[in-house]
């Protein structure tokens, strides 16, 4: 919903309109984006009464789902929204044609029965074709045939809804972006009339209640040109469990920047990576004064000339982010009027590689720090056995483990820079092979009209980025992982056997 928003980027004066609205949801992230990116809208009276009265318009036929959408609009401030029952695919709600700014919507998937003659002569589905069936009517069918699949009905909807400069946004099953028959001329239509202005992957496992991998539509009726850009973002997510994936903030953020440089403005991408280095400087600042509290508690055991060795230079290194601090009030300072895109860019550019080398160089003190705690838990092992060591072990662990967050929470924001300057170093659109495709018409008619971003971004095969050496280091972990796994189960394998002994004795 977010990225959806983000990428229609909902205006003042636009009237929007979710026709399977559900919850609200889309509404709610469209309205707490106006408040967000146009503050006085609700300064300006004019404004503010049609914030409230000409706005928002959700359609749907289940009325728990109505009654829940029209709280979820009057918690978020919202007053008088137009949210009330509609089937938004029946023929007797005919006359919705250009109506709409904006739409945005998550309409049911697949569905398969609703009746052909219901739609047929309905003005919102004719003017791109009907989805039908391969056979046609059958006999004894006659009167009572249904669409095939409704995906394209409401295509159709939104396609006919948008007013002369309208914009869409939709979510719909992969299997509609190469549909076959009556679908493919239908999509046909759309491209040839130059509506779609783009199309995009999700990952898999994106929604808890459905498992089909979807793709999002977007439709823009003020497209410059007929180049439709296609983005493939099935390698973008963050993991929350085994079975759920999600966008976080700052990746649906450098989702929408491609469409924003698409559309020619490269200054986003200036202010997107101004505020990733303020936030990565927050971070290492706040962090600093923990690293020397944490490196105290691996000296009370790594208490050796190693040890004390090895924290001190990990402590000397984590103090180099006051020179990052250092060149990063110089890059404050600059002239605020500096005078191009390109001296922007480049400045970040400069600064970046500054900041590069301190998180490497930090990672390699850690990896000597984890080495010395294996081998500490080694000798800990050998000479104690697994019962005698527990304590300082755990203590260990987690301070080493307390460190490595303390790393990551940092270089977060510095890797999204390294993402985005990496694919557009020069601030400006460009294709970029397995992200993203801006695809004339006649490279979409070669692929047969086919909407699939894959078919057009490519594939790209990317190294793991491991040393030979980093490689044996993971082998030599993962060994030591095994080799205290199979001590661990020979234990057992003991304690079973002496259990089972006691009972057979016992019995007998």
Not at 243 to 267: C, T, Y
Not at 331 to 352: C, G, H, K, S, V
Request: charged fraction near 25%; glycine fraction near 6%; proline fraction near 4%.
């Amino acid at each position: 919903i977010k990225l959806m928003v983000e990428l229609t980027a909902p205006a003042p004066k636009d009237v929007i309109c979710d026709p399977a609205s559900g919850t609200c949801g889309f509404l709610v992230a469209a309205g707490e984006y106006l408040r967000e990116k146009h503050p006085a809208l609700f300064n300006d009276a004019p404004a503010r009464e049609h914030f409230h009265h000409g706005m928002f318009h959700g359609y749907d036929f289940d009325n728990t789902m109505l009654r829940i959408g029209s709280m979820n609009m009057a918690l978020h401030g919202v007053d008088n929204p137009d949210i009330r029952y509609k089937d938004s695919l029946a023929q007797d709600h005919a006359g919705d044609e250009e109506k709409y700014s904006l739409i945005l919507a998550n309409p049911p998937f697949n569905v398969d029965d609703v009746n052909l003659k219901k739609v047929e002569n309905d003005p919102r589905f004719k003017t791109y074709g009907i989805p039908r069936n391969k056979s046609g009517d059958k006999k004894n069918e006659k009167g009572n045939e249904t669409v095939p699949n409704a995906n394209y009905l409401w295509i159709n909807l939104f396609a006919t809804a948008l007013k002369e400069r309208g914009r869409a946004a939709l979510v719909m099953a992969n299997s509609a972006s190469d549909a076959r028959h009556s679908e493919a001329d239908i999509r046909k239509t759309l491209i040839e009339n130059n509506l779609i202005y783009g199309m995009l992957t999700l990952p898999s496992n994106m929604f808890y209640t459905v498992t089909l991998p979807a793709t999002l539509w977007f439709f823009d009726k003020a497209k410059p040109d007929e180049r439709i850009l296609f983005i493939d973002a099935r390698n973008i997510f963050t993991q929350i469990d085994r079975a759920h994936r999600e966008f976080s903030d700052a990746q649906i953020q450098n989702i929408a920047l491609i469409s924003r440089l698409h559309k020619g403005n490269r200054a986003a991408m200036i202010r997107l990576v101004d505020g990733y280095f303020a936030q990565g400087m927050q971070k290492l600042a706040e962090n600093a004064p923990q690293v020397t509290a944490i490196s105290a508690q691996l000296l009370a055991v790594l208490d050796d000339a190693e040890g004390r060795e090895a924290v001190q230079a990990l402590e000397g290194q984590w103090q180099g982010w006051h020179t990052l601090e250092a060149a990063y009030a110089r890059y404050q300072a600059l002239p605020a009027d500096r005078p191009t895109i390109e001296t922007q860019n480049q400045a970040q550019r400069d600064l970046q590689a500054r900041i590069d080398p301190f998180f490497a160089e930090l990672h390699e003190a850690l990896k000597a720090l984890d080495r010395l705690v294996r081998q500490y838990e080694k000798t800990a092992r050998e000479a104690n056995g697994t019962r005698g060591i527990g304590k300082n072990l755990k203590t260990l662990k987690d301070a080493l483990e307390t460190l490595r967050a303390e790393v990551r929470d940092a270089e977060s924001y510095f890797g999204h820079i390294h993402w985005l300057q990496e694919r557009f170093p020069s601030a400006q659109y460009e294709d970029v092979t397995g992200l993203c495709k801006l695809a004339t018409l006649d490279e979409v008619r070669e692929q047969e009209y086919s909407l699939n971003p894959g078919r057009y971004v490519g594939v790209v095969i990317e190294e793991d980025g491991k040393t030979e050496e980093e490689f044996m280091e993971e082998m030599e972990n993962l060994q030591d992982f095994l080799s205290k796994l199979n001590d661990q189960a020979k234990e057992l394998e003991d304690v079973i056997s002496q259990n089972l002994k006691q009972l057979v004795g016992e019995h007998e």
